[in-house]
């Protein structure tokens, strides 16, 4: 079989040590800034720091007033800062792979594929943006990552991806072992990919369940549950006072509940509004900005505090119900199927397979209603 090491580069699992922070809102509503001053204050605090940009221009570099290159630059003060360029990233994850296609196959078909004729496809920038925090990560070099992304629908997709990567394995997992096809081929495939790969290592038994297919599968967990910590990965919401604004932070609020992201408080940029749209997240009235950074790190949140918010998904055994927290959302934009043995949820523009606890699974949804920003399933 494929070694665990390829398979995690195919598939960006990741086990974080570091607190990682992004911002969501609208773009012009202040993000990139919020993220600077976030690093900022950081560092000051004797936390080591690295700050993320997926901005290619100069916009950030100036706004930083500090130039930035692909490689993590020290700013002084335990703090670094990194461009990603997505080229470079392209071409170094696919020599890696290249290398290891080498190493665990006997006769290797992308040897002939170099990483300076690919292009980027869609969503290339977000599993290469994801596995660049990974790494970083891992190093160890830093406390926290500070990630300023695109905000939107693409950065939940990108951190979703942990998830929706594990459910496609387990659905056709299970969809493949219970067909007659799979009964008739596994006694070729088995020898055939004994011979093939792993140096001729003979195989035996179910070939999703060899040690190094397990491994990845555990990678990928360590990522989805990454993604729900609110200690290892957290959102904030950025908004200006505008409708606009505001009706877009709440539209990604409720999406990022979707992948059980924590939305863990909120950035009011130009507004002397108290921020009523959003409770129950704590507010943080932002002044405006200068070129004295202090008053906005100060304006800041506590971000090594425990965040206390509603969580995205709760789950109460004794009356046999899971509540889902949509704050945005009405019970007309969430959708529930249960085609297979998980439910689906359709809410904005994701779709999600809840995960059930084992009292659940297995169990068809008995009766659903929206209550108090709260879609509450019941399995009776």
Same mark, same amino acid.
């Given at each position: 079989?494929?070694?665990?090491?390829?398979?995690?580069?195919?598939?960006?699992?990741?086990?974080?040590?570091?607190?990682?922070?992004?911002?969501?809102?609208?773009?012009?509503?202040?993000?990139?800034?919020?993220?600077?001053?976030?690093?900022?204050?950081?560092?000051?605090?004797?936390?080591?720091?690295?700050?993320?940009?997926?901005?290619?221009?100069?916009?950030?570099?100036?706004?930083?007033?500090?130039?930035?290159?692909?490689?993590?630059?020290?700013?002084?003060?335990?703090?670094?800062?990194?461009?990603?360029?997505?080229?470079?990233?392209?071409?170094?994850?696919?020599?890696?792979?290249?290398?290891?296609?080498?190493?665990?196959?006997?006769?290797?078909?992308?040897?002939?594929?170099?990483?300076?004729?690919?292009?980027?496809?869609? #969503?290339?920038?977000?599993?290469?943006?994801?596995?660049?925090? &990974?790494? =970083?990560?891992? !190093? $160890?070099?830093? +406390? /926290?990552?500070?990630?300023?992304?695109?905000?939107?629908?693409?950065?939940?997709?990108?951190?979703?991806?942990?998830?929706?990567?594990?459910?496609?394995?387990?659905?056709?997992?299970?969809?493949?072992?219970?067909?007659?096809?799979?009964?008739?081929?596994?006694?070729?495939?088995?020898?055939?990919?004994?011979?093939?790969?792993?140096?001729?290592?003979?195989?035996?038994?179910?070939?999703?369940?060899?040690?190094?297919?397990?491994?990845?599968?555990?990678?990928?967990?360590? #990522?989805?549950?990454?993604?729900?910590?609110?200690?290892?990965? &957290?959102? =904030?919401?950025? !908004? $200006?006072?505008? +409708? /606009?604004?505001?009706?877009?932070?709440?539209?990604?609020?409720?999406?990022?509940?979707?992948?059980?992201?924590?939305?863990?408080?909120?950035?009011?940029?130009?507004?002397?509004?108290?921020?009523?749209?959003?409770?129950?997240?704590?507010?943080?009235?932002?002044?405006?900005?200068?070129?004295?950074?202090?008053?906005?790190?100060?304006?800041?949140?506590?971000?090594?505090?425990?965040?206390?918010?509603?969580?995205?998904?709760?789950?109460?055994?004794?009356?046999?119900?899971?509540?889902?927290?949509?704050?945005?959302?009405?019970?007309?934009?969430?959708?529930?199927?249960?085609? $297979?043995?998980?439910?689906?949820?359709?809410?904005?523009?994701?779709?999600?397979?809840?995960?059930?606890?084992?009292?659940?699974?297995?169990?068809?949804?008995?009766?659903?209603?929206?209550?108090?920003?709260?879609?509450?399933?019941?399995?009776?």
């Amino acid at each position: 079989m494929l070694s665990s090491r390829f398979i995690r580069l195919l598939i960006f699992g990741w086990s974080l040590m570091a607190l990682i922070l992004t911002f969501l809102g609208k773009g012009g509503s202040g993000r990139s800034t919020c993220a600077i001053a976030t690093a900022k204050k950081l560092s000051a605090q004797g936390q080591r720091v690295l700050l993320v940009t997926e901005d290619a221009g100069p916009g950030f570099g100036l706004l930083l007033g500090h130039g930035v290159t692909s490689t993590p630059t020290s700013l002084g003060n335990n703090l670094w800062c990194i461009q990603l360029q997505f080229t470079q990233l392209l071409e170094q994850n696919w020599e890696q792979l290249k290398k290891l296609e080498a190493e665990y196959l006997r006769d290797p078909f992308f040897k002939a594929v170099y990483g300076q004729e690919l292009s980027l496809l869609p #969503g290339m920038d977000q599993a290469l943006t994801l596995n660049s925090l &990974r790494e =970083y990560d891992a !190093s $160890g070099d830093y +406390d /926290v990552i500070v990630h300023d992304g695109p905000g939107n629908q693409a950065s939940l997709r990108m951190w979703g991806m942990p998830a929706g990567i594990d459910w496609y394995f387990r659905r056709f997992k299970q969809v493949f072992q219970a067909s007659q096809f799979s009964q008739a081929v596994m006694p070729f495939v088995q020898p055939l990919a004994g011979a093939v790969l792993s140096g001729g290592r003979s195989l035996s038994g179910d070939l999703f369940n060899q040690p190094e297919v397990q491994q990845s599968t555990g990678l990928v967990g360590q #990522g989805i549950a990454a993604v729900k910590d609110p200690m290892r990965v &957290r959102a =904030y919401l950025v !908004s $200006g006072g505008n +409708d /606009v604004d505001i009706a877009t932070a709440r539209y990604l609020w409720s999406a990022a509940q979707q992948i059980e992201m924590t939305v863990a408080g909120v950035l009011l940029n130009r507004s002397p509004e108290p921020g009523q749209d959003f409770e129950p997240l704590p507010v943080h009235v932002l002044p405006a900005p200068t070129d004295n950074w202090q008053p906005l790190m100060d304006a800041l949140p506590d971000y090594v505090a425990m965040p206390s918010v509603p969580g995205p998904v709760e789950i109460d055994l004794a009356t046999q119900t899971v509540r889902l927290f949509f704050p945005s959302f009405d019970k007309k934009q969430i959708q529930l199927t249960q085609y $297979g043995p998980e439910v689906t949820i359709e809410a904005g523009d994701q779709r999600r397979n809840l995960t059930l606890p084992k009292a659940f699974q297995g169990r068809s949804v008995t009766g659903a209603k929206f209550q108090a920003g709260y879609l509450i399933l019941s399995f009776g």
